[in-house]
Antibody, heavy 119, light 108 residues
């Protein structure tokens, strides 16, 4: 059974750094892209970016390029989303997502990680 | 960037009735269109991909149609568990992949 299990909720202050994780299991982690989707409170879904763990090829939405870093450690089947300096506007639920093998619709979703940034 | 526009923003429907949701792309996405629904407090779930193919385990009351720039998701007879927010997403000519703004299906 394919599973994406994300790290727990975080409460941070503006300016702090953060790295959240998503561990994939039940499939060959290196052979599928894995990405991140943001959902701000009461709002819709925004695709942030995606990485291919096999060769670390990473693509970002222009809206998030330079704002976050996506990485993966294939030795432990885990993808990461990282901020170097959080802002209050980063407060949101973040989902990791796995597309199908051939097309970039998302058939598997993590449970979500709630990030709250507040002074 | 391909912009996805969903309408209406809110749809009020009685249980057992038919619901029709629309999604429009700012340029052709061929049939590279997926639909998801999201219930409160849950992650989204894939319903339809390829504009019209139901994902594994999705009931037959959900159907998708369209190609190019105009797409429709139809729920033939709404059940209580179908009241949720529905999103479309294209997956052609990316990055970026983009979602529509969502349609909330609420109980009338």
């Amino acid at each position: 059974e394919v599973q994406l299990v994300q790290s727990g909720a975080e409460v941070k202050k503006p300016g702090q750094s953060l790295k959240i994780s998503c561990k994939g299991s039940g499939y060959s982690f290196t052979n599928y892209w894995i990405g991140w989707v943001r959902q701000m409170p009461g709002k819709g879904l925004e695709w942030m970016g995606i990485i291919y763990p096999g060769d670390s090829d990473t693509r970002y939405s222009p809206s998030f390029q330079g704002q976050v870093t996506i990485s993966a450690d294939k030795s432990i089947s885990t993808a990461y989303l990282q901020w170097s300096s959080l802002k209050a506007s980063d407060t949101a639920m973040y989902y990791c997502v796995r597309p199908s093998s051939s097309w970039f619709y998302f058939d598997y979703w993590g449970q979500g990680t709630l990030v709250t940034v507040s002074s | 960037e391909i912009v996805m526009t969903q309408s209406p923003a809110t749809l009020s429907v009685s249980p057992g009735e038919r619901a029709t949701l629309s999604c429009r792309a700012s340029q052709s996405v061929s049939s590279n269109l997926a639909w998801y629904h999201q219930k409160p407090g849950q992650a989204p779930r894939l319903l339809i991909y390829g504009a019209s193919t139901r994902a594994t385990g999705v009931p037959a009351r959900f159907s998708g149609s369209g190609s190019g720039t105009e797409f429709t998701l139809t729920i033939s007879s709404l059940q209580s568990e179908d009241f949720a927010v529905y999103y479309c997403q294209h997956y052609t000519n990316w990055p970026p992949l983009t979602f529509g703004g969502g349609t909330k299906v609420e109980i009338k």
